[in-house]
Nanobody
Framework: QGQPVESGGGLVQAGASLRLSCVVS????????MGWFRQAPGKEREFVAS????????SFADSVKGRFTISRDNTKNTIYLQMNDLKPEDTAVYFC?????????????????WGRGTQVTVAS
């Protein structure tokens, strides 16, 4: 089973947009719940967004709701995190995860494979 590989991070100004991508090689991608988590320096890793394998139901942290969207392309084994109106508090390493999921996919325990992360830095 493939490990997720993230890309698309970078340094942007507040108010800008970024799109993160996560590719998973191997396995039946369409059967996984996929999630994005982030970890800022000195803080715990926190849930950002998820998309269930069945029905494509999405879930978002309150802090990103209305600004971030998550989507998946099962033909490309890829998920995307579109981040708009970025704020300095969005600065973190963003991790992609795959797994069977628990409920809406907001819990890290529902994922069994994690990427190495991609840095997102938002300057004020």
């Amino acid at each position: 089973q493939g490990q997720p590989v993230e890309s698309g991070g970078g340094l942007v100004q507040a108010g800008a947009s970024l799109r993160l991508s996560c590719v998973v090689s191997g396995g039946t991608f369409s059967r996984y719940t996929m999630g994005w988590f982030r970890q800022a320096p000195g803080k715990e890793r926190e849930f950002v967004a998820s998309i269930r394998w069945y029905g494509g139901t999405t879930s978002f942290a309150d802090s990103v709701k209305g600004r971030f969207t998550i989507s998946r392309d099962n033909t490309k084994n890829t998920i995307y995190l579109q981040m708009n109106d970025l704020k300095p508090e969005d600065t973190a390493v963003y991790f992609c995860a795959k797994g069977p999921g628990i409920g809406l996919g907001r819990q890290s325990a529902g994922y069994d494979s994690w990427g190495r992360g991609t840095q997102v830095t938002v300057a004020s």
